[in-house]
């Protein structure tokens, strides 16, 4: 009998998230703001018609919320900071101002720390921040307790566990071995090992080889990793180092879409998603109608640059 | 009286000003202003301020970035750390830290979260934050929104997302709130501090191009104005210098 791999396509991943979804909402994506984002695979898992989602994140998220929140999917936002950095996030914004999503008064440290405590199998992790913040008031996912050994008053943050967790990555190998070249991982390898089922969007799947001689570099062991999809530029919009930078004029234009569609304009908005989400196109598709290598090349430059 | 230099280069300079040789710190989600601040105090007179606590040390960026927290702006570094030393640097806090906010009142509170209405009911709603813990952990931070008017200057923020002194030093104690907590506020208009006893803001400086009535006519609240609230102290030639020709050449605080 021969291992298997864990190489699927791109279509075959969103299935496998979505079915994971409908049994329980809670889904969590990697990286941070506007860098190795999973948006091919979030862009796919739109295309299946999920919807009531809860999400979660490392701490700061702008894009790919945006757009999940755009296209119906999110229910709850479980994200201390939503922003495109230069501009607020025009969906999140309309959605939570007309009250069709919730979006919770959270910080780090309580997504973080109940990732921990999901990955480290704890009933909880103490967390000793938070003080005077209005936040404290509001956050749903933690619970005062004074400490056993201390007296101290601290919180209690309850285990966060992702029915399906969204990553991106610069390689893998055919079993699953993930190899962050970027200098910034963040909570990647944490989500990780606190999830039920893990999702991986790599640019290129390496030989066995790469792994082996150097796997130190192996930033999450195949063991953590339930299905690995070869998606080149499958970040974009956003960066993946040392690939491709950010496509800010994209985003940019998304949010100009956005902020129309938040006016009563959503025409153009709604052309956005009908072309880059909801008709399902190929990623080789998805690139040509984004701009081509005109568009890809500058990116490629900029990150070899910096 | 001429000006030739920009309003960030004046806040990019007080702030600098401000950090110590050998300290520990960084520059939070808005980063144009407070990593030129930081960088030009390592070039002046800091070259042993180690910057830290937000997974990039000792980044060499090769110019400034609206935002700062990917490869991009900070990759090329000393060492890149992950979420594990979130909770450490969170617990033990920095030296130093940048915030600022869509609403800031007299008492330095910092509100990021919504305007008007409630959070899950709000007129408008901002953006959040991610990281609130250097607010209480570390020893200081600064205030330094890029505008400066009515409608971020105001009586009362609508939510507390970082507090700055809460009403006064009572409610401080009360929440546990140990540090130093906002130390200056640094705005394109003018530089504030808080009175020791009541923890109120007060004015301390007015840039050039601005008068005290300026600077009061677009704050949403009256700060205290002591009797020896005085001109900000332009940028040296030499600062200017080291800030245009090394930090930002591509005039990123100019534009």
Known sequence: MERATKTIGLKEAATLASDALQKRPEICLGGLFKQSR?????????ATGANGLHVYSSPGAGYDIDLMIAAGAIDEVFVPGVTLENRLCPNFR????????KAHALDALTIVGGLMASAHGVPFQPIGALKGSDVLKHNPLITPFDCPLTGQPLHAVAPIRPAVTLLHAQE?????????????VYAD??????SDMVIVSVDRIVEDDVVLDDPRRVTIPAHYVDAVVEVPYGAHPTASFPNYAMDEAHIDAYADLGDAARRGDGAGLADYLEQHVTSAPEQVAYLRNIGGHARLGPLIAEARAS | MSMDFSPLEQMTVVMARDLADGELGAAGAAALVPMAAIALAREM?????????????NPVAGHLYPSMLDDRALGRCEASETFIELFGHSHHGLDFFFHSGLQHDRYGNINLHHVGGTLHAPKMRGPGAANLSYGHT???FYICPTVHNVRNFVEKVDFV??????????????AGLTRQGPRLVVTPRAVL???????????????????IEDVLANTGFKPDVPEETGPTPPPTAEELSVLRGKIDPSGALRS
């Open chain 1, 38 to 46: 999973p948006v091919a695979l979030v862009r796919a898992l739109l």
């Open chain 1, 94 to 101: 309309k959605a939570v101002e007309s009250q069709q999503v």
């Open chain 1, 172 to 184: 893998a190998d055919r079993w699953g071995n993930i190899r962050h070249l970027s200098t910034m």
């Open chain 1, 189 to 194: 390898q944490l989500m990780a090992r606190a």
């Open chain 2, 45 to 57: 007179h800091a070259p042993n301020l180690t910057v830290g606590g937000e997974m990039f040390f």
């Open chain 2, 138 to 140: 570390s020893t200081r």
């Open chain 2, 161 to 174: 997302t970082i507090p700055g002194n809460l009403s006064g030093p009572e409610s401080r104690a009360a």
């Open chain 2, 193 to 211: 501090d808080f009175d020791p006893k009541t923890l109120r803001m007060r004015l301390k400086s007015v840039h050039c191009g601005n008068s």
